[in-house]
């Protein structure tokens, strides 16, 4: 007993700090890949616009000719005007873009390596001895070097990251070919600071050949970073946990591109917080394992003692001794029986962990949208940039618009993926109870639906997509009307986007193998056999741009929820076709369509229909009247009551919402009169019913208004052959 | 000028005629690399491509006397060399003046160029010119070598030899000079190719000699 306590409260503290760390782990190398992903934007961003211009600059013959005569003043003096726009001493940078790309420095380097002084230039400062000495592995060879190289190099003492430069060195050459000397561009590093989800300052430094720079560190705390980092030299990109002065840390390491010395980039994330709360955690579970065994213990001594009273004058009486055993026996079971219930408990607590696992999956998930969301922000951030960095272009009206039209276009991106999620998380619930539909009316809303979009496609391209329908059988299966259409519009919209040269849908209803089957075939592209693999996955999208990836497993989601099965065929060049399989709602033989089932097979009843509309009333009133069912009818709760004690009903039909005594109160009291009878329920917001959990206890079957009279007519149908 | 070739070796076709004249005169050929790889047209420049594509100009070298001239004759002719651009080249891209001698750079394309130059010997900028625009003459006032170059179009490359001797002469392509009226006495001749390739014999003139001297390849 004590001995599966123990195991249980260890085994679910493992669990449990396992899962917090596997978390926490996961959530800062998100965090750090993101801040990663921003410094590396920087330099991208600087790469790219700053790599053409040195280029440009390099082939500047005003240069190659003051190189080539060794001219300094020349050659300082045209570089500065052909560096415009990449370095300007006079104007300091406004803002942290613009920082980023404008270099804090130049120089030119002879062929030799040595640094060329730029005199009375404005040049930016540089101590022309520790650059000539960060540069020398890449000088050394200059001759052979490629025509750029992107390093990142130590100009000044201290270990702060502000004593590196990233610096970009343009080979410059002479009419002939032959290298005269590079052009060297020094950046500041700029790393994005912040602080993680509990507030706590997130370090973050460069490590370059064996020194680690970084600012508010110990020496000691430096030293040994640095040689963690050295050791693990091989990898690219790593993390692990190291003990400082101030706490444990995780430390993560990425290599940057660097021609001179490696150079990794490194952030800090402090631990103490997320420690103390694997520790609490660990101790409140460790707690409840032992006021759990105290109990048990405490409750079995109680009864020991009460027990060991009598024994002493048992011992007189073996007879007595025997029933007083059983006594005994019994109340120790009764014991046992506190324990398992402890132990349930427990086993709850365990499963709150487990819950916690389920929510870190949606944070991955969410991670997921995130990156959805992200590239839709992407051109929205690139061509707002773009506009307000470019004068010239947010002058031209055209330009404007165009770059305003695409940042509305990624904006619009961006709220259809979150709209699409609306469905992507609805939970698969097994007990789900679903009104009744018609497949076939559903195929022929889902083809009215699109049809603007299939029959817009024939005026707008000139080419012609022709939907077909076929059905085969009518079946009747239960199901969300609404999720069920969402299916087929969306396997319509992909029906039609498969086909760029036109084609024909066709959808086609039939009933095999006692399952309603809806295909839709398209006669379009067709998808490879990775594709088809993988289509279901979620953001998987073939669509680019256009598409979310979430069009697809929605729809797995919606027919995995109503218990149906999902089948692809596709062939490239010949089109794909989607197999739905549901249950069908009753037990009609396969042959059977719907139209078949008629009234006359039921016996008639004796129905009691309760609202406190009156028009709601005759309708069902006649609905029923039609198949031949006597009908009574009942205004309120109340009313119903007393004519149910009067009379013998087969069934009662019910509204939900009503004054006084809704509903389900009254089914409750029905079904205390008569447990067996059937109770139908009419609601005209099943939602509510949902959010609060699974149907009343005291309802069978939930109806959704408006009601059919098929819907009806199979209801009662399973009602009463159920009964 | 740290072309050491004063190796006998190359004096093989050094001979002493006995022609009485007071000048001497000497003539010979120098064996020049050979002419330039074709170079495309720098693709930077894109729009001008359709300027027919010339070789460049051939491999030419100035040969002239150096050494103490005790009547040193001033040129009378004050003729102004002219270095053209042509096909987006330098036509020719080797020339030779005495200092204080002055050089026109006239333009003979349809597109601009802008001709400067920042030798230590002579530093000008002529700006940018187009064809039948007049950018003015340069006089060249200290002897060295000057590179000349155009900003707008990277290839182009031109020399400007500045002598202070008044015996000098360009060879034809195929490497022959001949340089006449010399003074008597002990002198260096030298074969200028480019900065990195001078080649010098030491000469002894008599009056009236003819001397028969050719420059071979280091």
Redesign the interface.
């Known amino acids: 007993m004590m001995l599966i306590v123990l195991t249980i409260t260890g085994a679910t503290v493992y669990i449990a700090e396992n899962n917090l760390r596997a978390n926490q782990q996961r959530l800062l190398n998100g965090q750090f890949q993101n801040q990663l992903r921003s410094f590396l934007a920087v330099q991208d961003l600087r790469s790219s616009a700053v790599a053409e211009k040195c280029r440009d600059v390099s082939r500047s013959v005003r240069l190659r000719a003051a190189l080539e005569e060794k001219d300094v003043d020349d050659l300082y003096r045209n570089a500065l005007i052909e560096l415009q726009g990449v370095f300007n001493p006079n104007e300091p940078a406004a803002n942290d873009a613009q920082q980023s790309v404008r270099a804090s420095f130049f120089r030119f380097v002879d062929v030799d390596g040595a640094v060329l002084p730029a005199g009375d230039h404005p040049a930016g400062n540089v101590d022309p001895h520790s650059l000539e000495q960060a540069l020398a592995p890449v000088a050394f060879e200059l001759r052979d070097i490629a025509e750029q190289n992107v390093a990142f190099i130590a100009i000044g003492r201290g270990n702060d990251p502000a004593a590196l430069r990233q610096i970009v060195l343009t080979k410059v050459c002479g009419w002939n070919g032959n290298g005269l000397g590079a052009l060297i561009l020094g950046f500041p590093i700029k790393q994005a600071r912040g602080a993680d989800s509990r507030g706590a300052e997130i370090k973050s430094g460069i490590w370059l050949n064996r020194q680690f720079y970084i600012a508010d560190l110990s020496a000691a705390d430096r030293h040994l970073i640095a040689q963690r980092i050295q050791a693990g030299l091989t990898q690219a990109a790593g993390n692990f946990i190291v003990d400082l002065e101030s706490g444990p840390h995780l430390l993560f390491y990425k290599a940057l591109s660097s021609q001179v010395a490696p150079a990794y980039d490194v952030c800090l994330y402090p631990l103490t917080a997320s420690l103390r709360e694997a520790r609490t955690l660990r101790w409140k579970i460790i707690a409840f394992g032992v006021v759990v065994l105290l109990c048990g213990f405490g409750v079995s001594l109680f009864f020991a003692k009460k027990l060991s009273k009598p024994v002493d004058q048992i011992v007189a009486t073996s007879a007595e001794n025997v029933t007083r055993r059983k006594q005994a026996e019994k109340d120790l079971r009764e014991v046992n029986r506190e324990l398992e219930k402890a132990l349930v408990e427990l086993k709850a607590t365990q499963q709150q962990v487990i819950q916690q696992e389920r929510l870190s999956a949606l944070g991955q998930m969410a991670a997921g949208i995130a990156h959805d969301f992200n590239n839709t922000l992407m051109p929205i951030l690139g061509f707002a940039d773009v506009l307000l960095q470019n004068d010239a272009m947010l002058d031209d009206k055209a330009e404007t618009r165009r770059c305003l039209e695409m940042l509305r276009t990624s904006a619009k991106d961006a709220s259809s993926v979150v709209s699409r999620l609306r469905e992507f998380y609805r939970p698969a619930d097994s007990d789900e109870e679903f009104p009744i539909v018609d497949l076939a009316k559903l195929v022929q809303q889902a083809v009215a639906l699109t049809e603007p979009k299939w029959r817009g496609l024939t005026q707008a391209r000139g080419i012609t997509v022709d939907v077909q329908t076929n059905f085969k059988a009518y079946p009747i299966v239960a199901g969300d009307e609404s999720a069920l259409r969402e299916v087929l519009t969306n396997l319509l919209f992909n029906a039609v986007d498969a086909m760029p040269q036109g084609g024909r849908v066709s959808v086609e209803t039939s009933i095999e193998n006692e399952r309603a089957v809806v295909r839709v075939a398209d006669t379009g592209t067709g998808m490879t056999e990775t594709v088809r693999r993988r289509c279901l996955e979620p953001f998987f999208s073939t669509k680019g741009e256009h598409g979310t990836g979430l069009g697809l497993s929605m729809v797995y989601g919606i027919v995995e929820r109503h218990r149906g099965q999902l089948e692809i065929k596709s062939a490239i060049g010949k089109g794909t076709t989607f197999i739905i399989r549901l249950p069908l709602a009753q037990e009609v033989p396969a042959a059977q369509s719907n139209r078949e089932v008629a009234a006359k097979s039921n016996s008639a009843l004796n129905v009691l229909v309760v609202d406190d509309e009156a028009r709601s009333r005759e309708v069902l009133m006649a609905y029923l009247q039609t198949d031949n069912h006597s009908v009574a009818t009942a205004s309120s709760g109340r009313e119903a009551l007393e004519k149910f004690r009067l009379r013998h009903f087969d069934l009662v039909l019910m509204d939900r919402a009503m004054p006084e005594m809704n509903g389900e109160q009254t089914a409750r009291f029905i079904k205390q009169v008569n447990k067996n009878i059937p109770v139908i329920l009419l609601t005209g917001f099943s939602g509510q019913i949902d959010a609060d959990g699974a149907k009343p206890a005291a309802v069978d079957v939930v109806l959704n208004k408006p009601i059919t009279l098929d819907a009806l007519r199979h209801t009662i149908r399973k009602l009463v052959r159920a009964t | 000028m740290n072309a050491k070739c004063l190796i006998p070796f190359c004096l093989a076709g050094l001979t002493v005629g006995a022609v009485a004249k007071d000048e001497g005169s000497i003539e010979g050929t120098v064996q020049l690399p050979p002419p330039a790889v074709e170079r495309a047209l720098n693709q930077?420049y894109g729009a001008n491509t359709e300027a027919p594509l010339t070789p460049s100009n051939p491999p030419a070298a100035v040969v002239y006397l150096e050494g103490n001239f005790t009547a040193n004759p001033k040129t009378t002719s004050r003729a102004v060399a002219q270095m053209s651009q042509k096909n987006m080249l330098f036509a020719p891209d080797l020339i030779a003046v005495r200092t204080g001698g002055a050089v026109e750079f006239p333009n003979l394309d349809d597109t601009y160029h802008n001709v400067?130059?920042?030798?230590?010997a002579k530093r000008f900028d002529l700006g940018r010119y187009r064809k039948n625009e007049k950018p003015g003459t340069v006089v060249f006032d200290k002897p060295g070598v000057v590179?000349v170059?155009?900003?707008?179009?990277?290839?182009m490359?031109g020399t400007v030899l500045v002598l202070e001797t008044p015996y000098f002469q360009k060879t034809d392509s195929t490497g022959h000079y001949r340089l006449d009226h010399l003074p008597v006495g002990h002198f260096t001749v030298k074969a200028w190719i480019n900065e990195a390739n001078v080649r010098e014999h030491a000469v002894d003139l008599k009056s009236g000699a003819r001397l028969q001297l050719d420059f071979a390849a280091k």
């Open positions: 930077r400067f130059s920042y030798s230590k590179t170059h155009c900003e707008i179009h990277d290839r490359r």
